[in-house]
């Protein structure tokens, strides 16, 4: 089973490769993740909206970066899929970082 360490390296590393561009780059948000089962989430968004919170700057549409707990693959979800999981929404209590949840 991958460490939240080793994910979220593999995270930053599909964001860079697969999903940001040179003029949009997408950052992971590495104190919001969460295990749901073997896999390891975490939310990200673009580079220039977490520098500037300016509404204008932000990735629409895309969700939470998905690794797989034990092979290392990465997918980016959706949106609608990420906001039925409910991950990281703001009026849950706070999470612990390594508070696993159990698989849906």
């Not at 360490?5 to 599909?14: H, K, N, S």
């Not at 949009?24 to 975490?42: M, S």
């Amino acid at each position: 089973m991958l460490s939240i360490e080793r994910a979220a390296e593999l995270a930053r590393r599909f964001l860079d490769e697969e999903v940001g561009t040179p003029d949009f780059p997408f950052e992971l948000i590495e104190e919001q993740h969460a295990r749901v089962g073997k896999d390891i989430f975490f939310d990200c968004q673009s580079a220039a909206y977490l520098r500037s919170g300016d509404l204008s700057d932000m990735a629409i549409g895309t969700g939470y970066v998905c690794v797989d707990g034990e092979t290392g693959a990465c997918r980016l979800l959706g949106a609608v899929e990420s906001l039925e999981m409910g991950l990281f929404e703001d009026d849950e209590e706070d999470m612990d970082e390594e508070e696993e949840r159990p698989p849906e």
